[in-house]
């Protein structure tokens, strides 16, 4: 059975880094690509970007570009997202999920990061 | 970046239901279109790509249709599991982008 699992909420501050991690079981981690999706309270889906963690070639949305780094370890089936200095409008859900192919529907999606960035 | 936008909002309606939700971009995504449902709380789960296709274990009562610019998602007889939002996405192009949203609501 696929399964995403993501890392647990977190509540941090204004200026604060962050790494959320999103690891895969249950099928061939190297072979799909791993989106990841920003929800802002009670708002709708925003695509961030994808990564292949085979050769961790990266596609960012162009509003995320710069303000989010990917990354995958193929040893540990994990992709991750970070902030180096997080803002209070970074406060959200953020989940990962999984795509065939770059441009594809996601198809198996991680139960969700949520990510409070307050003073 | 190709903008969609799905119509109604929201919509109220009762078990036995025929629902339609709308989804239009701001230009052709030849068949390129899936979507989704997301309960409060939940992950969104993928319902339907390439237009019509029914995702792995989707009821039968869910169906997809359209081409280019205008799409529908169509509920036959709408079920008590089956109040959630619904949100369409385009995948032609980088980056992919979802439409608003559509809230399901028990009438």
């Known amino acids: 059975e696929v399964q995403l699992v993501q890392s647990g909420a977190e509540v941090k501050k204004p200026g604060e880094s962050l790494k959320i991690s999103c690891k895969a079981f249950g099928y061939r981690f190297t072979t799909y690509w791993i989106g990841w999706v920003r929800q802002m309270p009670g708002k709708g889906l925003e695509w961030m970007g994808i990564?292949?963690?085979?050769?961790?070639?990266?596609k960012y949305s162009p509003s995320f570009q710069g303000q989010v780094t990917f990354s995958a370890d193929k040893s540990n089936n994990a992709a991750y997202m970070q902030w180096s200095s997080l803002k209070a409008s970074d406060t959200a859900m953020y989940y990962c999920?999984?795509?065939?192919?770059?441009?594809?529907?996601?198809?198996?999606w991680g139960q969700g990061t949520l990510v409070t960035v307050s003073s | 970046d190709i903008q969609m936008t799905q119509s109604p909002s929201t919509l109220s309606a009762s078990v036995g239901d025929r629902v339609t939700i709308t989804c239009r971009a701001s230009?052709?995504?030849?068949?390129?279109l899936a979507w989704y449902q997301q309960k409060p709380g939940k992950a969104p789960k993928l319902l339907i790509s390439k237009t019509s296709i029914l995702d792995s274990g989707v009821p039968s009562r869910f169906s997809g249709t359209g081409s280019g610019t205008e799409f529908t998602l169509t509920i036959s007889s709408l079920q008590p599991d089956d109040f959630a939002t619904y949100y369409c996405?385009?995948?032609?192009?980088?980056?992919?982008?979802f439409g608003q949203g559509t809230k399901v609501e028990i009438k």
């Open positions: 990564i292949y963690p085979g050769d961790s070639d990266t």
């Open positions: 999920a999984r795509l065939r192919d770059g441009l594809q529907p996601f198809d198996s």
């Open positions: 230009q052709s995504l030849s068949s390129w």
């Open positions: 996405q385009q995948y032609k192009s980088y980056s992919p982008t």
